[in-house]
T-cell receptor, first 114, second 111 residues
Framework: EAQVTQNPRYLITVTGKKLTVTCSQN?????MSWYRQDPGLGLRQIYY???????DKGDVPEGYKVSRKEKRNFPLILESPSPNQTSLYFC?????????????FGPGTRLTVT | SQQGEEDPQALSIQEGENATMNCSYK?????LQWYRQNSGRGLVHLIL?????REKHSGRLRVTLDTSKKSSSLLITASRAADTASYFC???????????FGQGTTLQVKP
């Protein structure tokens, strides 16, 4: 089954404690991205990657890091989380090959930073 | 930067009625997509309309696109309680490969 998986689904942590949210897709998609979703602000892109070893900042990259060492994985790293990073996070992937441009989303990770 | 702006922000209708949501955007696009999100869950792709298309149908969904007005609409006919969700338009800008989402319309369908 074609899917994007994220782990963990729920995470409560404390300010300053480094954390990683994993993301993996099994569709061989070139493009992967991370979004955060906050009430009244919609979906905002944090980082994206056009392919392996190619990453770039989205609209709200401050406080986040990513890496793309393999095509299927795109982890999101919070080196020193702060309460304003409490949010619902989504990983997504899409392909540019052929005409299949729709984006597939993971189930979300609800992060609370206290 | 927000490209897609949706209207209305919230919509409440009775089961069986039609629901119409609108989306406006600012720059040139390759295509425009509509997604659905059930509360707290991931977004699910509904339908894609290319910039050279004016109308597209998929089941009870009808999407229109007016590139001269930079706007799109999503019509859900004969709504059901299970259609209760948030609906987002996303614009696929030319050259960037980036999807930009609007803030969404929250639809409530009362049984």
């Amino acid at each position: 089954e074609a899917q994007v998986t994220q782990n963990p689904r729920y995470l409560i942590t404390v300010t300053g404690k480094k954390l990683t949210v994993t993301c993996s897709q099994n569709m061989n998609h070139e493009y992967m991205s991370w979004y955060r979703q906050d009430p009244g602000l919609g979906l905002r892109q944090i980082y994206y990657s056009m392919n392996v070893e190619v990453t770039d900042k989205g609209d709200v990259p401050e406080g986040y890091k990513v890496s793309r060492k393999e095509k299927r994985n795109f982890p999101l790293i919070l080196e020193s989380p702060s309460p304003n990073q409490t949010s619902l996070y989504f990983c997504a992937s899409r392909s540019f090959i052929g005409r299949a441009y729709e984006q597939y989303f993971g189930p979300g990770t609800r992060l609370t930073v206290t | 930067s927000q490209q897609g702006e949706e209207d209305p922000q919230a919509l409440s209708i009775q089961e069986g009625e039609n629901a119409t949501m609108n989306c406006s955007y600012k720059t040139s696009i390759n295509n425009l997509q509509w997604y659905r999100q059930n509360s707290g869950r991931g977004l699910v792709h509904l339908i894609l309309i290319r910039s050279n298309e004016r109308e597209k149908h998929s089941g009870r969904l009808r999407v229109t696109l007016d590139t001269s007005k930079k706007s799109s609409s999503l019509l859900i006919t004969a709504s059901r309680a299970a259609d209760t969700a948030s609906y987002f338009c996303a614009t696929d800008a030319v050259y960037t490969g980036k999807l930009i989402f609007g803030q969404g319309t929250t639809l409530q369908v009362k049984p």
